[in-house]
DNA sequence: CAGCATCCTTTTTGATACTG
DNA sequence: CAGTATCAAAAAGGATGCTG
């Protein structure tokens, strides 16, 4: 069973990093925290949107979708068995909730051809593209501080 | 206890968004206990960069850690029960646990004043600060396409 | 106040075994 | 091949009591 809610948790997030929502790709700088005032359309919806995000980012904070977003973003359309394969790790069960769960969200597609022996095809949708490039930052910032976490944990251990 | 290891993959990846980013130049390694030497010019470190971009991004892709870079991020330094009054939901357990895992990666650092009653106040490091600042993008798409993700799963419900 | 320790429940995940 | 179903193990998380 796919449970649909991975989490949630009531929270009064504010996220300041939306203020000037550019999205993906520019991660470079952005400067003062400005307390939150831009409520512009939907005033008290904010509560629930925060909520929202918070799911969401919940959701694709995942693992296995984060690795079956890379895994699929970067060689496009592929079988059931070639995506295990290239996750490398992810056992059949965890592989099978990931992928229905994404494409529940709308991220991926999966087109099963009638044929037998079964054909399955996973592939990204537009929606799932763009999450990939939204991670980009994340990517990012991961590898270039890859070392300085190491040294940080290395640090705290002999504390 | 503090595990270091959430989860280790043994992947493969080879996430095309890196491919412009200078990140891997300049740190030359001391002490590695891993098997590979490290090349420099990223050739066959690949796999190892790769497994460590995993790993690190499994450990911050974590809910109550996103959750603490937010209000950390957006209100200063604070002190522990400020911290958990912000987050809304995080039991004094997993705050704990996740704050020290922050610190143990030098994303926060933990100020003790010894005094009485205890005072202890959180901060994020630059490097938390910057992680935050990488979140960007995926909080951006999450704010932008909550809607879409409702509808499809919707739609994926009435399938 | 800021925890740590302990117990206990809930979730998640892994390991088979089986099927159209 | 691409799953489903089931059982067992493990991890995560919550609740409570205690302490300097």
Redesign the interface.
Known sequence: MLD?NQ?E??????????KE?????E?S??QE?TPYVQTSPASQSDAE?ED???E???R????WT??AL??L??HGPLRFTRVRE?????SQKMLTKTLRQM????LVVRTVYPVIPPHVEYELTD?GL????????????????????????Q???AR
Chains 1, 2 share one sequence.
């Open positions: 649909t989490w948790v009531g929270t009064q997030r504010s996220y300041r990093y939306l929502s550019k999205v993906s790709s991660i700088e952005l925290p949107l929202l995000v918070q969401i980012i919940g694709v904070a995942d693992k984060m690795l890379d895994v973003g970067e290239l996750m490398d790790g992810v494409e529940a969200d709308g929606m763009s999450l990939g490039e939204a991670f980009c930052g994340v990517w990012v910032w991961a590898a270039q501080h890859r070392e300085r976490i190491r040294l940080a944990r640090a705290y251990q």
